[in-house]
């Protein structure tokens, strides 16, 4: 039953992905490829919500795998890592969150909309901290290969 | 430098020509100063200077007197454009192709790139409401509406935003009307949760594009543009909300 759901979920996000790319117009070589990314990180997350792990460090793991992994399919691809990173991303949008803290700002419910706004900030907060963290995988790569080559 | 005074000329109109089509389509800060830097080195410039911001680049050489200018008027998001103006810088470097031919090919990709036809990107802006109306809400009953009310909210925008270029009152008016339809679809029993209906409906719209943009352009220094791409998220993401406010009152 988890699985189903699951590969039900997988395939969902890869749909997402892709339909996100084709409004931000990304090259058709880069479809299967992005789509492929936003649903392993998407399952990954899942995975890691079911083992009881809190939406902040989710996020930033989920967050941290696109931008990597973004970044060598960028090297493999030869196209842009934005072309990658950013549709991959939209599952992980606090839509749900946003939503409801705008509502209950608009109806008089400040308590409520304030804690929604708190996760909003947190999840908003964890992703780009993720790509953070991703963009000094990069570096540090970078570093290592450059010193390394020029040691042997 | 014993370049002549035209010749310096063309590689300023180059490197200003790719710089521009990179910012008009939502590249990120740092790409487009390399780009610049790796058009000008590759023509044989050793020293090109530039100062690049959302709405304007300044570039200048050494031993030319004149620093150049473009404006940036408008920004739309087609990350196809950025593509190929790396693929063709690259090409540059290479010298697969020479600097008339780059320029040649980059007046092309600025006005000839050839994008999805408007009903495709109706049918996946449709789709993308519906299939993340179920990832975010795990309910199934909302999906028709949502795919229905998210395409025909991403036309509004689309057709505003083409004909008035104004992106946040085309945001506004979009994520009203979303507003609207998610109400009367559930009057008429299209839909059951007036809530997940607009989630759905309002996220062909969501600003990823200058939220993911302004974290890179921060994490790179640029402490320009960083702070102007997330302020334009904010006024996209205040625009959305102000749209959804206004049916909320009357509900």
Sequence with gaps: ?152 | MDMGFDKQTHILNACLQAGRILIENGSEMARVIDTMQRIAFNAGVKNAQMFVTVTGIVISIDNHPNAQVASIDHRTIDLDKVARVNELSRKFAQREIDLPELVRLLDRIDNETATFPFWIRFLAAAMLSAVLLIIFTHEYVDAPAGFVVGGIGFAIFYFLNHKFKVQFLSEFFASFIIGILAAIAVKIGLGVHFDNIIIGGIMPLVPGVPITNAVRDLVSGNLISGPARAFEALISAVAIAGGIVCVLNFI
């Excluded at chain 1, 399952?43 to 009881?52: D, E, F, K, V």
């Excluded at chain 1, 970044?71 to 599952?91: C, D, G, Q, R």
Aim: hydrophobic share 55%; net charge positive.
């Design chain 1, 1 to 152: 039953m988890i699985l189903d759901n699951m590969i039900f979920q997988l395939i969902m996000a890869y749909i997402a992905t892709i339909c996100f790319g084709i409004i931000l117009n990304i090259p058709h070589q880069a479809f299967n490829v992005a789509g492929l990314i936003g649903a392993g990180s998407w399952g990954i997350y899942l995975a890691m919500s079911h083992l009881g792990v809190g939406i902040a460090f989710g996020n930033l793991v989920a967050a941290f795998l696109i931008s990597v992994a973004s970044l060598y399919a960028a090297k493999y691809k030869k196209m842009p890592m934005m072309i990658f990173n950013i549709p991959s991303l939209v599952s992980f949008v606090p839509g749900g969150q946003s939503y409801q803290m705008v509502r209950n700002f608009a109806i008089g419910n400040t308590q409520t909309a304030w804690s929604f706004c708190a996760q909003v900030i947190v999840i908003a907060g964890a992703l780009a901290m993720g790509f953070v963290l991703g963009e000094l995988y990069h570096k540090f790569s970078l570093y290592f290969r450059t010193n390394f080559l020029r040691k042997i």
